[in-house]
């Protein structure tokens, strides 16, 4: 066996298909479209959705409720999530970094289970039983 006399197996390496390029081509006249009709014609090929001219679907559906632009989305944080971490300051950063939230964006402490030691705690947000748990802790708390 020589380097020089390696070949790809017959079969396995297919020609390129040249459409448009005259009937020696085998693949001229139509140029493997079929005759006539929309998937024919340049361009013809519809996006999904498209229904042939029917109302799409999409569009059938009644919608309901309403969603404001300017809604904020906070990251939801417990009290009794943060009295296992180690830290004695919280902020956004900590929290991701113990893996309690994904983002660093918005950030919102609710008062759910209680919480045994004095932290100071930065978020964008409190509920009132979050503040007053940290408070009578002897912590602080800190609105970004």
Known sequence: MR???LAPVPGSRKKEK???RGPGSGHG???TKGHKGQKARSGGVKGPGFEGGQQPL???IPKRGFKSLSRKEYSIVNLKSLDGCGEKMINPEILKHL???KHTSLVK???AGDISKALTVHAHKFSKTAEEKIKQAGGSINII
Request: glycine share 16%; charged share 35%.
């Open 3 to 5: 380097l020089d006399k």
């Open 18 to 20: 040249r459409i448009g």
């Open 29 to 31: 006249k139509t140029s």
């Open 58 to 60: 999409i569009r059938r």
């Open 99 to 101: 893996g309690l939230i």
């Open 109 to 111: 402490i609710l008062g």
